[in-house]
């Protein structure tokens, strides 16, 4: 998914981030923003 790629939010180990499951692929989810 290119979207996932564009809008990828640099994360460090211990940072709260709100997530989007995907609704197709449970394995899969998307970090929507970090909280």
Do not use: C, H, N, W
């Not at 564009?6 to 923003?33: C, H, N, Q, W």
Request: hydrophobic letters at 35%; glycine letters at 6%; aromatic letters at 8%.
């Amino acid at each position: 998914s290119g979207k996932m790629r564009k809008r990828f939010i640099r994360l460090t180990i211990g940072d709260r981030v709100k997530m989007e499951m995907s609704p197709y692929d449970t394995a899969k989810a998307r970090i929507v923003y970090r909280l």
